[in-house]
């Protein structure tokens, strides 16, 4: 910018101005050709620029003195870094504004919430749900389970630049692309830097002015598209499974969201599940219970065989080691506690009863108390509850 301009005539004020009036002059000025109040329009913004220049240099006796007497080589190199001082970006002139007089009024959002959002925030895309269905035996081994999902896609037209073809979309001018507005700012806590959406682009970092016809300018178009998720072993009903980045991309170019599928295991009426244990009632003979036997036990994992020692009861319960879901995160597995039930046939015939009547004029009486509750208090003891 050329400085052959006068920063009195800049700022309207006579060579004799006191701090005061150049102050006031300065405000009226800025808060007029303020960029968040003419939609980032480029003659303001010069404009802002330029009265904030002058009023950097009038409202400091020293500057002020040198360019008095020696005009604007008196002040050139003088800034606070020995770099060119009077030369403002933005930014730079934004950050006066807001030290000296806060902003529009509405400068402190940055800090009071509501401005935090960064570009990389605000141009996120989505996350995607999906609810993913599993079975205990995929629980058990970990699996990689396809989902077809409705998102959205960059666009094919514009490549997700949202800008029509032959059109690009331009840097914003007012914040460098960053999409956002930093300024440092004097509060009675000291000074802090504020951060907020560019006002010029919304936050964007760039400005189309053409929108691509197919996508409108959005830089997405609908899609449907098929997700592999693997799915560790171990894992518990209603848990998150989240795929960073593999949810909706974000408009015009932005970050894409999350995937987060939501587990829904298919219960196993075989098995009851009580974290990584399983629990599974196994119905035996009367003479299985009675002479012992090796049964073949169903796990996640295929059969098991179990050995029930004789005279074993109802309600006993017997654990196969390692025969559980996986422990998630832990490494190892749960176990199959396996309860057995003496099962009582309900038809017999003309042999079976024989045998039985015979049986009945031996076999002894059982003891006097129940072993119900023993046997409750032992599938407690194992399970740990
Ligand atoms: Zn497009
Ligand atoms: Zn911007």
Not at 141 to 151: A, D, E, L, Y
Not at 232 to 257: E, I, K, M, S
Not at 379 to 385: H, N, S, Y
Request: glycine share 14%; proline share 5%; aromatic share 6%.
């Amino acid at each position: 910018m050329a400085h052959s301009v006068d920063f009195y005539d800049v700022l309207g004020v006579a060579r004799d101005a006191d701090d005061g009036e150049i102050k006031k002059a300065y405000r009226k000025l800025a808060m007029e050709h303020h960029p968040d109040r003419n939609n980032g329009d480029k003659a303001s913004e010069e404009r802002f620029k330029e009265i904030t220049e002058a009023y950097e240099v009038l409202r400091d006796p020293e500057k002020r003195a040198a360019y008095d007497r020696y005009g604007i080589a008196g002040i050139r190199g003088r800034g606070p870094s020995g770099a060119d001082s009077i030369h403002f970006d933005l930014s730079e002139a934004l950050s006066v504004f807001m030290r000296d007089f806060g902003g529009l009024g509405g400068g402190f959002d940055a800090i009071f919430g509501g401005g935090q959002r960064t570009q990389r925030d605000r141009h996120r895309g989505q996350d995607l749900k999906v609810a993913l269905k599993l079975t205990l035996a995929e629980v058990a081994t970990g699996t990689q389970k396809s989902v077809r999902v409705r998102t959205l896609d960059r666009c094919p037209v514009c490549s997700g630049s949202g800008a029509k073809a032959g059109t690009r979309a331009v840097t914003c001018g007012t914040c460098r692309g960053t999409g956002e507005v930093r300024r440092n700012a004097q509060s009675i806590f000291g000074q802090f830097l504020t951060v907020s959406p560019c006002p010029t682009c919304g936050g964007d970092g760039t400005i189309v002015e053409k929108p691509c016809e197919r996508c409108d300018g959005d830089g997405r178009v609908k899609a449907e598209k098929t997700v592999q998720i693997d799915v560790p072993a171990g894992v518990a009903d209603h848990h998150y499974l989240t795929l960073r980045g593999h949810g909706v991309p974000g408009p015009r170019g932005g970050p894409p969201g999350d995937l987060i599928a939501v587990l829904d295991i298919k219960e196993d009426p075989r098995f009851e599940r009580r974290g990584d244990d399983l629990v599974y009632d196994l119905p035996v003979s009367f003479t299985q219970a009675a002479l012992g036997a090796e049964i073949d036990v169903p796990t996640p994992y295929g059969q098991s065989t179990l050995r029930i020692a004789a005279g074993t009861q109802t309600g006993s319960v017997h654990r196969i080691r390692g025969k559980g879901l996986p422990r998630i995160g832990e490494g190892g597995h749960g176990d199959l506690h396996v309860r057995v039930h003496v099962w009582t046939p309900t038809k017999l015939n003309a042999e079976q009863r024989r045998l039985l009547e015979q049986l009945s004029e031996v076999e002894g009486t059982p003891p006097a108390e129940s072993t119900g509750k023993h046997l409750w208090e032992e599938l407690k003891r194992a399970l740990g509850i």
